[in-house]
């Protein structure tokens, strides 16, 4: 079973296939792939994003702890 990635790992990857999208050599079918790939990692990215913000603690009013 592979390893899940950073989110910091992702954002490099992220990072990289716009750097390779930017070229001016890319064929529109490797950008299209690329773009596929980064569209799925962005999604992937977001729905961790908004799993650990459902799980963020924040304080009330009575100094007790609800979840945000």
């Known amino acids: 079973?592979?390893?899940e990635q950073t989110?910091?790992?992702v954002f490099e990857k992220l990072e990289?296939?716009?750097g390779k999208?930017?070229?001016d050599d890319i064929s529109l079918e490797e950008s299209f792939q690329l773009y596929k790939e980064g569209?799925?990692?962005i999604q992937s990215?977001?729905?961790r994003i908004d799993k650990v913000?459902?799980?963020v603690l924040k304080l009330n009013e009575n100094g007790e702890l609800d979840e945000f």
Do not use: G, H, S
Request: aromatic share 0%.
């Open 1 to 3: 079973m592979a390893k």
């Open 7 to 9: 989110l910091d790992q």
């Open 16 to 18: 990289e296939m716009i």
């Open 21 to 23: 999208l930017e070229q």
């Open 39 to 41: 569209m799925k990692l």
């Open 45 to 47: 990215c977001n729905d």
């Open 53 to 55: 913000e459902k799980e």
